[in-house]
Nanobody, 123 residues
């Protein structure tokens, strides 16, 4: 069993930055694929970023590419999402997720989810 706890959300002005954290407990290792998703009010959950630590591969959605970076700290068993140049359209609840195996950008392929953290970007 894997537990994921997100933190780091908040309110920021457009153009600002935030770093989200996802602390993982339980059986996680380099074979797990990790992902970040977000869901804005009235919209479906959408893919943001994913990583396979075994291959050091990352994939980002077009809407965040060049602005967001997914990374991890092995010692802390924590995954991060660094968000720069934030825009009002980035406002959403952000979720981290884990899956056995490699990267995936469809939420149905993930086995474990955190509770989410709210990010609000004001204009």
């Amino acid at each position: 069993q894997v537990q994921l706890v997100e933190s780091g959300g908040g309110v920021v002005q457009a153009g600002g930055s935030l770093r989200l954290s996802c602390a993982a407990s339980g059986r996680t290792n380099s074979g797990y694929g990790m992902g970040w998703f977000r869901q804005a009010p009235g919209k479906e959950r959408e893919f943001v970023a994913t990583a396979n630590w075994a291959t050091s591969s990352t994939v980002y959605s077009d809407s965040v590419k060049g602005r967001f970076t997914i990374s991890r700290d092995n010692a802390k068993n924590t995954v991060y999402l660094q968000m720069n140049s934030l825009k009002p359209e980035d406002t959403a609840v952000y979720y981290c997720a884990a899956r056995r195996g490699g990267m995936a950008w469809a939420s149905v392929h993930y086995d474990y989810w955190g509770q989410g953290t709210q990010v609000t970007v004001s204009s």
